[in-house]
């Protein structure tokens, strides 16, 4: 069973548009939620992170919007560029274990 | 600056061999992860460790098995590799409640 689901599984975006991916998981004992950004041929790379205490977290152009009560949090990509083109992964942990749960990616095309 | 290396960015093998990953951390991490990712599943987990000698069976072991005989390096054992083997596998390690830092991936095609 997936614990985190991602959608949309792929995404087309106009240069200087907003990508929105999203994510719901039904844990509540999840407590930290991060964003990898994954290039062709390399390993994800975390893109950014939240933690359930705020609803809100921006770095640059990407910011993560966190709904406790829905249990959804989504990553928005504001002013996107062809660089950004990538598969991009949410995921899940509990604080009390060691692993990720992922959801099954997003991959995003910014065409020029 | 942290570094997870896989020993092989490609790697080709017959139906039936033995095959061995290896990945190899410097950032003294005590967990240690082996995903295999494949197009519209994601990332899943097969193995991790969460200490030398500790294993723990991820979401999907049949017909992998690990090995973890020193911190920095954990191996990921194909017993008998079969078709459906073929994938992407990542290597990734990381410390309680904090980020995953993942190795640049090894592209296994089993033949």
């Known amino acids: 069973q997936q614990q985190v689901k991602q959608s949309p599984q792929s995404l087309i975006v106009q240069k200087g548009g907003i990508s929105i991916i999203n994510c719901a998981y039904e844990n509540t004992a999840f407590d930290y939620f991060p964003w990898y950004q994954q290039f062709p041929g390399k390993g994800p790379a975390l893109l950014i992170a939240?933690?359930?205490?705020?609803s809100e977290k921006k770095e640059g152009r990407f910011t993560i919007s966190f709904n406790k009560s829905a249990k959804q949090f989504s990553l928005h990509i504001m002013d996107s560029q062809p660089g950004d083109s990538a598969t991009y992964f949410c995921a899940a942990s509990k604080r009390t274990g060691n692993q990720f749960y992922f959801g099954t990616g997003t991959s995003l095309t910014v065409i020029p | 600056d942290v570094k997870v290396t896989q020993s092989s960015r490609y790697l080709v093998k017959r139906t039936g061999e033995k095959v061995f990953l290896e990945c190899v951390q410097d950032m003294d991490h005590e967990n240690m992860f082996w995903y295999r990712q494949d197009p519209g599943l994601g990332l899943r987990l097969i193995y991790f460790s969460y200490d030398v000698k500790m294993k723990e069976k991820g979401d999907i072991p049949e017909g992998y098995s690990v090995s973890r005989e020193k911190k920095e390096r954990f191996s990921l054992i194909l017993e008998s590799a079969s078709t459906n083997q073929t994938s992407m596998y990542l290597c990734?390690?990381?410390?309680?409640?904090?980020?995953?830092?993942f190795g640049q991936g090894t592209r296994l095609t089993v033949v």
């Open positions: 990734a390690s990381k410390i309680l409640h904090t980020e995953a830092f």
């Open positions: 939240i933690r359930p205490d705020v």
